[in-house]
């Protein structure tokens, strides 16, 4: 290093990358991340899954590895032997039957072929429940991410003004929070879905309008500590305006903080959203997420169909599981206390 | 023969995952200590003074590793088992530690506390142990020992918490005392205080105490024996009054001449690594002009906090009061008091980090104080400030270059980033750091780099005026000769005016022409730096000057 007489040395985010290389479960889930990552991308260019809607095969079609599904005994009564009455006399629509079959001719119709199972199975209308999964990742997690984006946005804000100025401020953000906690989450949600109306924006809003408590409370207690740091003074010394001092200086001191508590409102907003959606408050119904598909699984549960709930589970617990000991393995590479212990 | 270390060695296993190092704190270290003698353990930060001592009773973190013997009354301590060493852990060796405010536990009283090791140890009841404790407390020379069993430690002062810590040590009459810088965190007066307290209880206790310093000053007034430490080995041992009068070893002798004294005052210090290389002292201080024009007037500056009380009431306190100074072109003052006296936040007023209650700032033939937004931006440039702790003052995510060109490029020095980043450089330079600094983070450097760095920092706007609040304290003393060599030396090149705020005596001694003595926020006594010295007028400041510790002295 000496040699190399570096002009920049290393810097906080190259250190932390650095050690978090080093943290084997924290690289594997990584990888998952960034492999759901790269579905969802794929998703939203419509490259996998744009044909989610189609109906290709029958209706339930259970999964390839269990087989098609044995013809149904219909338990209809026998056909009854000899030849058929003629009812021509007495059926008042008789004359009309061969009307009907020439326009009926005219008609083209295409026999669809549905195919007796599909890799995960297929939903009540026969769609491919593979399909589904992967579209229905890209709307919760883009659902989860970009409220947990705006939750996090709104609570660093308020959190660093109440933090900083403290007084007024702070008394009027506090009392703010105060009436957001005193109200319970479901029921704020309920509250905002019924204002809102249905959508995919609707969610995100509702999420983020109703989740940015807890990171203000954090992000401001990590203010009012920075704020008196000599660090923080000296700035103040040289001139620092007061925005400087709060975004350029404590910021990327509390930014660890900050990154932590968005990932795990990420993963808990993929549930809320989840919730919402089995709710009937959530994506509106010509959209696919993991919650309408657990909504939907539940009638299907009932008659033995359980592929569905299955793809959406194992989708959404690997994904989830895989972003929290991500989250839990940056906060040991960002916290610099952990710095060179073994 | 009580306890003997032969050949210690500890190291620590650092690095994180797979790629473990060995860090050697302590390399071969060897002493004896006697029955009822105090042993000193003398060193600068890092030099493993701590983990020697910590090393006796296994005190270490789990990443240690210790090779050699510790021999206590024959037995190995290094061998020994976890339930034997907790056998002798308070009951035959007691630790007294540096900082008392963390080492009592702030949710119990002094009694549960002082109560602890009586009945862990000697198998106590209730009732003796509370009136042992009780006889405790007399004996470290608390006032009132009986209402103070139940108190909580953050009722009392710094002062006492150390006697308490005391007391618990002594509980149950231990063979050893460990003091691991027991005094560093007090004032002086305080200091000694203590000192007095921990040598009249080794003679009456008959124990023998390893004490641990970084100040040859207070070590010579207690210890029998002295050993100094240097980068984990042992660079001298010996009985006091040979190491103080005759001292073979070369850091030895700079550790004793690095540190200012109070009676004769050069023009710079020595620094260690000039006297180990008798390198010559390069330049003579230059004579103070005594009619150079005044920069800083202050005028019955006040400062009061306003302290909540009951439901709505609010109660004054004066943080400072009435004070009054002149401070001409290229003088220092020096501003002296024990902690809450108000001299930091004088100089935090001075520059209007606080807002004042009342008074005048006089700078440049204007009131600092009554300057609107735009002005008071203008004036920032011409005053500045240098804080005490260099590890918390510089921001750990910006680079000494982004540290360096911020405050310039708040204030338009220099016309585009290049040339600020040249200018940065130049003065990198010119406090003594080389040029790769430029593109590294904080964490990089030691202690004593960062204050170089902290007045860099300040010497980008051209100030004509440095407060500098406690800016050598955290400092070890030969790094604290370096930074003050520094302060002069800019003093003399650039006409610098220093507010030097200062507990030490003898370093505002060294770097002084006029001194303030503050005390409760008022300024006591007002006088040149070599008056106050000769002949202090007051009483709180001949208590202050008969505090400070002055080292071996054969009379004694």
């Known amino acids: 290093m000496a040699i190399a007489a570096p002009t920049r040395s290393e ?122 999964t992967i579209k229905g990742t890209e709307i919760s997690v883009f659902v989860g991410v970009l409220a947990a984006v705006l939750a996090t946005s709104i609570g660093t804000i308020l959190g660093a003004f109440g933090g900083f100025f403290g007084g007024r401020a ?51 207690a990590e203010f ?28 990327p001191n509390v930014s660890h903080v900050i990154l932590v508590r968005l990932s795990l409102l990420v993963v808990g907003f993929i549930k809320a959203e989840v919730i919402l959606s089995y709710l009937g408050l959530g994506v509106p119904v010509d959209q696919v997420s993991w919650g309408t598909m657990l909504a939907e699984a539940q009638s299907e549960l009932i008659l033995g169909y359980w592929w569905q709930l299955a793809a959406a589970t194992l989708f959404m617990a690997v994904f989830v599981t895989a972003f929290s000991l991500m989250a839990d393995a940056w906060r040991d590479a960002l916290d610099p206390r952990l710095r060179g212990a073994e | 023969m009580l306890l003997s270390i032969q050949d210690l060695k500890v190291a620590f296993r650092l690095g994180e995952r797979g790629a473990v190092t060995l860090t050697q704190a302590v390399n071969g270290v060897t002493f004896d200590i006697e029955e009822n003698s105090t042993v000193a353990l003398v060193g600068e930060s890092g030099s493993g003074k701590s983990v020697t001592a910590m090393s006796i009773l296994n005190l270490l973190p789990d990443n240690a590793r210790r090779e050699g013997r510790i021999l206590y009354q024959g037995r190995d301590l290094l061998q020994a088992s976890l339930p034997e060493l907790q056998g002798l852990r308070g009951k035959e060796i007691a630790c007294v530690f540096q900082d008392p405010m963390s080492s009592l536990n702030p949710v119990f009283t002094i009694g549960q506390q002082l109560m602890e090791p009586l009945v862990r140890h000697l198998r106590m009841t209730r009732r003796p142990a509370l009136e042992r404790a009780e006889a405790l407390l007399a004996e470290v020379g608390i006032p009132e020992p009986k209402r103070r069993l139940a108190t909580y430690p953050h009722e009392m002062s710094g002062g006492q918490q150390q006697r308490v810590m005391i007391a618990m040590a002594l509980a149950c009459e231990p063979r050893l005392l460990i003091a691991d810088e027991p005094t560093t965190a007090l004032d002086v007066t305080i200091q000694r205080q203590i000192l007095e307290l921990i040598a009249k209880l080794k003679e009456q206790h008959r124990m023998s105490v390893l004490f641990i310093s970084h100040d040859l000053g207070v070590v010579g007034e207690i210890a029998d024996q002295v050993v100094v430490m240097r980068n984990g080995i042992v660079r001298e041992r010996g009985a006091v009054d040979a190491i103080f009068s005759a001292p073979r070893d070369a850091y030895t002798k700079a550790l004793l001449a ?12 020595i620094v260690i690594d000039d006297h180990i290389l008798g390198a010559p002292q390069p330049r003579t201080a230059k004579p103070k002009d005594a009619d150079a024009p005044v920069v800083l007037a202050v005028r019955s500056l006040a400062k009061s906090f306003w302290l909540r009380e009951g439901l709505f009431g609010k ?40 807002e004042p209650t009342g008074g005048e700032v006089i700078f440049d033939g204007r009131n600092l104080l009554t300057l609107d937004d735009r002005e008071r931006q203008q004036m920032r440039r011409r005053i500045q400030i240098v804080f005490q702790n260099p590890y918390a003052s510089l921001n750990p995510r910006f680079t000494i270059g982004q540290t360096l060109v911020e405050p310039m490029a708040i204030h338009d020095i220099g016309s585009n980033t290049t040339e600020r980043e040249q200018r940065a450089r130049s003065l990198l330079g010119r406090v003594g750091l080389d040029d790769s600094a430029f593109g590294r983070y904080p964490h990089e450097f030691s202690g004593g780099q960062r204050q170089r760095i902290a007045i860099a920092r300040c010497l980008t706007l051209d100030p004509e005026v440095l407060v500098l609040d406690e800016a050598v304290s955290a400092l070890d003393v030969s790094v604290q000769a370096q930074v003050l060599n520094l302060l002069k030396d800019l003093q003399d090149d650039l006409g610098l005016s220093y507010v030097f705020i200062s507990h030490d005596l003898a370093v505002v001694r060294f770097i002084s022409d006029d001194v303030l003595v503050m005390k409760d926020g008022e300024v006591v006594e007002q006088a040149s730096a070599q008056q106050i010295l000769a002949a202090p007028k007051q009483e709180y400041t001949r208590r202050l000057l008969a505090a400070i510790p002055r080292g071996y002295r054969a009379a004694h």
């Open chain 1, 11 to 132: 810097g906080v985010w190259r250190t932390a990358w650095w050690r978090f290389r080093g943290d084997r479960v924290g690289m594997v889930s990584l990888c998952i991340v960034g492999a759901f990552l790269v579905l969802i991308l794929l998703s939203a260019t419509r490259l996998v899954a744009s044909d989610w809607q189609s109906e290709v095969g029958v209706p339930n079609a259970p999964p390839t590895l269990m087989g098609p599904r044995p013809p149904e005994d219909l338990g209809t009564i026998d056909v009854p032997k000899g030849p058929n009455v003629d009812l021509s006399d007495v059926d008042p629509l008789a004359p009309r039957y061969k009307e009907w079959a020439e326009r009926a001719a005219k008609m083209k119709t295409v026999e669809v072929v549905r195919t007796q199972t599909l890799p995960f199975g297929g939903d009540r209308l026969g769609r491919d429940v593979m399909s589904k």
């Open chain 1, 224 to 251: 009012i500590k920075h704020r008196g740091r000599e660090y923080v003074r000296a700035a103040e010394a040289i001139g620092a305006s007061p925005t400087s001092r709060m975004f350029r200086h404590i910021l």
């Open chain 2, 315 to 354: 109660r004054e306190f004066k943080a400072v009061q009435n004070v009054n100074f002149q401070l001409r072109r290229g003088h220092t003052l020096g501003v002296v008091g024990e902690s809450g006296s108000g001299k930091t936040t004088m100089g935090l007023t001075l520059l209007r980090l606080h």
């Open chain 2, 258 to 269: 690095c540190r200012p004294s109070l009676t004769d005052i050069p023009a710079r210090l």
């Open chain 1, 170 to 220: 702070d008394d009027f953000l506090e009392w703010l929070y105060n009436v957001f906690t005193a109200v319970p989450d479901i029921l704020l949600i309920f509250a905002f879905a019924a204002v809102f109306g249905r959508g995919i924006g609707t969610v995100v809003l509702i999420l983020g309008l109703t989740g940015w408590a807890g990171v203000y409370r954090q992000v401001r």
